[in-house]
């Protein structure tokens, strides 16, 4: 099945412990990107990827970081995380030439 | 000013009436125009896309751009309970931007 899976579903941490949230699509999409959903906000885009080790900033960059070592994988990466990225994220993929994207499952973020 | 924008509601119908979702968006130059359906607790996925002026149809949903006005709209004829959803509008510029969302309830 043709899907994007992102890993947890709900994370709680603490202030300044660094996280991770993985992200795998199954689809060989070239384009990765990691959004947050925050309520009257709507999606904002944190970072994109238009190929491996191709890695840009989307709106809302500050506080995250993002690899992409192998086309399938794009991991979200909170170093010192801060109540303020208390969010709901979501990672999504399509192809090159194909505007249609595909989102994970998202994943219910709580930062005390 | 926002890029894309929308009417939070929310927004209730009657079963069997016609919803209406507006967005406006800011940039002239946009060409490719998107409607996502996120149920509550879910990830968005697209319902409709739309890239010339006009309307256009897809079962019981009708997509109507006018790039004069900068105006998308989102028809959901004979709403169902099962609609009860938001509404994410989407305009590619630069990569995709997101409205925020209007909240449509569909009361039976």
């Known amino acids: 099945e043709a899907q994007v899976t992102q890993n947890p579903r709900y994370l709680i941490t603490v202030t300044g412990k660094k996280l991770t949230v993985t992200c795998s699509q199954n689809?060989?999409?070239?384009?990765m990107s990691w959004y947050r959903q925050d309520p009257g906000l709507g999606l904002r885009q944190i970072y994109y990827?238009?190929?491996?080790?191709?890695?840009d900033k989307g709106d809302v960059p500050e506080g995250y970081k993002v690899s992409r070592k192998e086309k399938r994988n794009f991991p979200l990466i909170l170093e010192s995380p801060s109540p303020n990225q208390t969010s709901l994220y979501f990672c999504?993929?399509?192809?090159?030439?194909?505007?249609?994207?595909?989102f994970g499952s998202g994943t219910q973020l709580s930062v005390l | 000013q926002k890029e894309v924008e929308q009417n939070s509601g929310p927004l209730s119908v009657p079963e069997g009436a016609i919803a209406s979702l507006n967005c406006t968006y800011s940039?002239?130059?946009?060409?490719?125009f998107f409607w996502y359906r996120q149920y509550s607790g879910k990830s968005p996925e697209l319902i409709m896309s739309?890239?010339?002026?006009g309307d256009k149809e897809d079962g019981r949903f009708t997509a109507q751009l006018n790039k004069a006005s900068q105006y998308v709209s989102l028809l959901i004829r004979d709403s169902q309970p099962s609609d009860s959803a938001t509404y994410l509008c989407?305009?590619?510029?630069?990569?995709?931007?997101f409205g925020a969302g209007t909240r449509l309830t569909v009361k039976p």
């Open positions: 689809m060989n999409h070239e384009y």
């Open positions: 940039d002239r130059v946009s060409q490719s």
């Open positions: 739309i890239y010339s002026n």
């Open positions: 999504a993929s399509r192809e090159a030439t194909n505007e249609k994207l595909f």
């Open positions: 990827s238009m190929n491996v080790e191709v890695t």
């Open positions: 989407a305009v590619n510029v630069n990569d995709m931007r």
